[in-house]
């Protein structure tokens, strides 16, 4: 069973839920509005919100007889714990490229940034 962070971003690999989404940030949308941003139809789009909410990377919350959309900092939290964990192995296999270049026959010797080359 995938984590949260796995599911946060299987949902937005989908183009039009990842444009839904990226809609959300400025305010709380309602179906109609987000439809009409993206250029899908209104239940295109209420299906798509159906994923991001189960991946918890969109709530709602009533307004009259509308329902608003915004974003849940919940999922966005997954998926960046989820990232993270990887954050680590790809700064050590950075460092390691980096010595590898520096230590290659004719690699030139590394000198502060605004320093001029001895002779």
Known sequence: MPT?????????AD????AIFETLPPAPRSVGELAAAVGVTSSAVSQHLRVLREARLVMMRP???RRLYSLD???L????DYLEQFWPTALAAYAAALDESFAAPGARSAQPVGAR???
């Open 4 to 12: 949260n962070g796995v599911r946060a971003l299987e949902a937005l």
């Open 15 to 18: 183009p039009t839920r990842r």
């Open 63 to 65: 307004a009259g007889n």
């Open 77 to 80: 939290g997954d998926a960046r």
């Open 73 to 75: 900092p919940r999922g």
């Open 117 to 119: 080359p001895t002779r």
